[in-house]
């Protein structure tokens, strides 16, 4: 009774925990709604239903602009409590649903003009990208602030947009954001002026939806989505994003993905273990950034929603593209740094894959991430697949339909298939992991040996505990919830000290006969919990003793001869003290 007492009490826990995890979908700054009327609904029972609206709740529903009369998309002034009341009252019957009318923001970060060199598209070998394609034929949305006409833009082609903030054709920036993105997309080249483009053969589409101060909101940002899929564009860059899930903008990624549409967005600029929206959505590719140096950017984004990772730039040197002083309106070479500069990166790859002969966005996407330069150790997903490459992405489009020996070549050439890598590290280090388990029961049947005793829940618990922890949950990832219960879950108990922060050194105070110890003071007198404790100090024992063979890295001890000798010695005083627990018992567990 008391053990489903306490499988309960956990379960409930678990579960309480997760409920109340608001997460990122519910986050989020907005001053309007939105209100999508169901199709079914004949216009004039929605006339009928907005009038009712401005007469009861004193609101002015009207459509977002002239493409919204197909989908009813109608948006209004409201809040939270606007929202509840609305449903409250019955409202949501005539709509597929009411939501946040969310406002999302560019992802650059301050900068300064003094950085001349274009490493960012070397670090990506796009030299020898062009050796085989230049992106025409294809056409990329670039869903931002708009784009001017700048000198560099010159040679560049263009298809027709739309500007969604002032409802007009012409879609000019006014803010120099978009015209930055656009330029490392395919800024004009070999036009003996200025920096080079990635996909510079290919069209622009200039979609507005951000005004001047950065902002814009998800009504713009879907009708934008559609429109870009209605208009045959072949890939779409959202250098924006921000917290607040948006149905009636998963409705739109989804609808361009039905079209054959690939769709990237940047994962965020706040450092935060989680993709901002509109990259965490499925169907859409997050794109974090890296420094000059190849390195995660100290403000980028990781973790949940991460498919890849671009150059975005840093203070150590930033992405420079031309485009438009947003107080004068002038030209101007300028340095930008954000996860916005890093996803036109893989748009203009994107472009380039799509232009070799690779139709289909979920195709494309499969090629970028496995011509990735993959990092071996990556635990807290900085990198997604790992750094974008634009050479290999073609090479491996060129040659075609993706066979089993390219899989295989890749394998080989990330180190897979080498059983050094899964010793040294890999993800989950497999082998240690299996190895310290194994060694945690043969510890039991040895002291199995000098005290009787019968296997139990209690017991092998505290073994797996100890020793290995659940490892196979330590690198999973799940939309809209948090990562680290997993990696505490994955971790064993001298790992949890160095498991939130990502580290591969063990913390000295857990990797140690410390932890044990207060488990078997606290639970000796207790005929269960008792055999838990001894199983978690032969756990660790085994655990310290397999990484100070095969890693012996302790924080503040390095990883040489006196980390060793530290794990060692708690790995004996580990199994000493599980000796002395178990001393006296007669299969007593």
């Given at each position: 009774?008391?053990?489903f007492l306490?499988?309960?009490l956990?379960?409930?826990?678990?579960?309480?925990?997760l409920?109340?995890f608001k997460?990122l979908?519910?986050q989020?700054?907005?001053?309007?709604?939105?209100?999508?009327?169901r199709?079914?609904i004949?216009?004039?029972?929605i006339d009928?239903e907005v009038n009712?609206?401005?007469?009861?709740?004193?609101?002015a529903?009207?459509l977002?602009?002239?493409?919204?009369?197909v989908?009813?998309?109608y948006i209004a002034k409201g809040?939270?409590k606007?929202i509840?009341?609305l449903?409250?009252?019955?409202?949501g019957?005539?709509?597929?649903f009411?939501?946040?009318?969310?406002?999302y923001?560019?992802f650059?970060?301050?900068?300064?003009p003094d950085?001349g060199?274009q490493?960012n598209l070397?670090s990506?070998?796009?030299?020898?990208a062009?050796?085989?394609?230049?992106?025409?034929?294809v056409?990329?949305?670039v869903?931002?602030?708009?784009?001017?006409?700048?000198p560099d833009?010159?040679?560049?082609?263009f298809v027709?947009?739309y500007?969604?903030?002032?409802?007009?054709?012409e879609?000019?920036d006014d803010a120099?954001?978009?015209?930055h993105v656009?330029?490392?997309?395919?800024?004009s080249t070999?036009?003996?002026?200025?920096?080079?483009g990635?996909?510079?053969?290919?069209?622009?589409?200039?979609?507005?939806?951000?005004g001047?101060?950065g902002?814009?909101t998800?009504?713009?940002?879907?009708?934008?989505i559609r429109?870009?899929?209605?208009?045959?564009?072949?890939?779409?860059n959202?250098s924006?994003?921000?917290a607040?899930e948006?149905q009636?903008?998963e409705?739109?990624i989804n609808?361009?993905?039905?079209k054959g549409v690939l769709?990237?967005a940047?994962a965020?600029?706040?450092?935060?273990?989680s993709?901002s929206?509109?990259?965490?959505?499925?169907?859409?590719?997050?794109v974090?950034?890296?420094d000059?140096v190849?390195?995660?950017?100290?403000?980028s984004n990781?973790?949940?929603g991460?498919?890849?990772a671009a150059p975005?730039?840093?203070?150590?040197?930033?992405?420079l593209?031309?485009?438009?002083?947003?107080?004068?309106g002038?030209?101007i070479?300028?340095?930008?740094q954000?996860?916005?500069?890093a996803?036109?990166h893989v748009a203009g790859?994107?472009?380039l894959?799509?232009?070799?002969g690779?139709?289909?966005p979920d195709e494309?996407l499969n090629v970028?991430k496995?011509s990735?330069?993959?990092?071996k150790?990556?635990?807290?997903?900085?990198?997604?697949?790992?750094h974008?490459?634009?050479?290999?992405?073609v090479?491996?489009?060129v040659r075609?339909?993706?066979?089993?020996?390219?899989?295989?070549?890749?394998?080989?050439?990330?180190?897979?298939?080498n059983p050094?890598f899964?010793v040294d590290?890999?993800?989950?280090m497999?082998?240690p992991?299996?190895?310290?388990v194994?060694?945690s029961?043969?510890l039991a049947f040895i002291l199995r040996?000098?005290?009787?005793f019968?296997?139990?829940?209690?017991?092998?618990?505290?073994l797996?505990a100890g020793?290995?922890?659940?490892?196979?949950l330590?690198?999973?990832?799940i939309?809209?919830l948090?990562q680290w219960?997993?990696?505490?879950m994955?971790?064993s108990?001298p790992?949890?000290g160095?498991t939130?922060?990502?580290?591969?050194?063990?913390?000295p105070?857990f990797?140690s006969?410390l932890?044990?110890?207060?488990?078997v003071?606290?639970?000796?007198g207790?005929?269960q919990?008792?055999?838990?404790?001894?199983?978690?100090a032969?756990?660790v024992?085994?655990?310290?003793a397999?990484s100070?063979?095969?890693?012996p890295?302790v924080?503040?001890?390095?990883?040489?001869?006196v980390a060793?000798g530290?794990?060692?010695?708690?790995a004996?005083l580990c199994f000493?003290l599980?000796?002395?627990?178990?001393?006296?018992e007669?299969?007593t567990?």
């Amino acid at each position: 009774m008391r053990k489903f007492l306490i499988v309960c009490l956990f379960v409930f826990g678990i579960g309480f925990a997760l409920f109340n995890f608001k997460g990122l979908a519910n986050q989020g700054e907005f001053n309007s709604i939105v209100l999508d009327f169901r199709e079914d609904i004949p216009a004039a029972e929605i006339d009928k239903e907005v009038n009712l609206l401005y007469s009861k709740y004193n609101l002015a529903p009207r459509l977002n602009s002239e493409f919204s009369q197909v989908d009813n998309v109608y948006i209004a002034k409201g809040d939270r409590k606007t929202i509840a009341q609305l449903k409250k009252a019955g409202v949501g019957k005539f709509t597929e649903f009411i939501e946040p009318n969310y406002i999302y923001n560019t992802f650059e970060v301050p900068n300064d003009p003094d950085y001349g060199k274009q490493w960012n598209l070397r670090s990506i070998n796009i030299e020898s990208a062009w050796d085989e394609t230049k992106g025409s034929g294809v056409t990329v949305a670039v869903i931002d602030t708009g784009i001017s006409p700048i000198p560099d833009l010159k040679d560049t082609k263009f298809v027709k947009g739309y500007d969604f903030v002032n409802d007009k054709i012409e879609a000019y920036d006014d803010a120099g954001h978009g015209t930055h993105v656009a330029g490392t997309i395919a800024q004009s080249t070999n036009n003996n002026y200025g920096v080079a483009g990635i996909a510079y053969e290919a069209s622009l589409m200039p979609l507005k939806v951000l005004g001047a101060s950065g902002g814009g909101t998800v009504a713009d940002i879907a009708e934008a989505i559609r429109y870009a899929a209605d208009n045959q564009a072949d890939v779409i860059n959202m250098s924006l994003g921000g917290a607040g899930e948006s149905q009636l903008l998963e409705d739109a990624i989804n609808y361009a993905h039905s079209k054959g549409v690939l769709i990237i967005a940047a994962a965020g600029n706040s450092n935060q273990n989680s993709a901002s929206y509109p990259a965490r959505y499925p169907h859409v590719v997050g794109v974090a950034a890296l420094d000059s140096v190849g390195i995660k950017a100290p403000y980028s984004n990781f973790g949940a929603g991460v498919d890849i990772a671009a150059p975005g730039g840093s203070e150590a040197g930033k992405i420079l593209q031309e485009t438009i002083n947003p107080e004068t309106g002038e030209s101007i070479f300028e340095g930008y740094q954000g996860t916005s500069m890093a996803a036109p990166h893989v748009a203009g790859v994107a472009a380039l894959v799509k232009a070799a002969g690779i139709k289909e966005p979920d195709e494309i996407l499969n090629v970028l991430k496995q011509s990735s330069r993959a990092v071996k150790e990556d635990p807290l997903n900085h990198f997604g697949a790992g750094h974008l490459d634009a050479a290999a992405a073609v090479k491996l489009a060129v040659r075609g339909q993706i066979t089993f020996r390219d899989f295989f070549r890749w394998l080989r050439d990330n180190g897979y298939l080498n059983p050094r890598f899964w010793v040294d590290g890999g993800t989950i280090m497999l082998l240690p992991k299996i190895g310290m388990v194994i060694g945690s029961y043969l510890l039991a049947f040895i002291l199995r040996n000098y005290f009787p005793f019968a296997w139990s829940w209690s017991l092998l618990g505290g073994l797996t505990a100890g020793s290995s922890g659940l490892f196979f949950l330590r690198g999973l990832y799940i939309f809209d919830l948090p990562q680290w219960p997993f990696r505490v879950m994955g971790s064993s108990i001298p790992e949890l000290g160095n498991t939130i922060q990502g580290s591969s050194a063990l913390n000295p105070i857990f990797a140690s006969v410390l932890i044990p110890f207060i488990l078997v003071a606290l639970f000796l007198g207790h005929k269960q919990w008792k055999w838990m404790a001894i199983g978690s100090a032969l756990g660790v024992a085994s655990c310290l003793a397999v990484s100070a063979v095969v890693s012996p890295s302790v924080m503040w001890l390095g990883s040489g001869v006196v980390a060793q000798g530290y794990l060692v010695v708690n790995a004996l005083l580990c199994f000493g003290l599980a000796y002395l627990a178990s001393k006296g018992e007669e299969r007593t567990a």
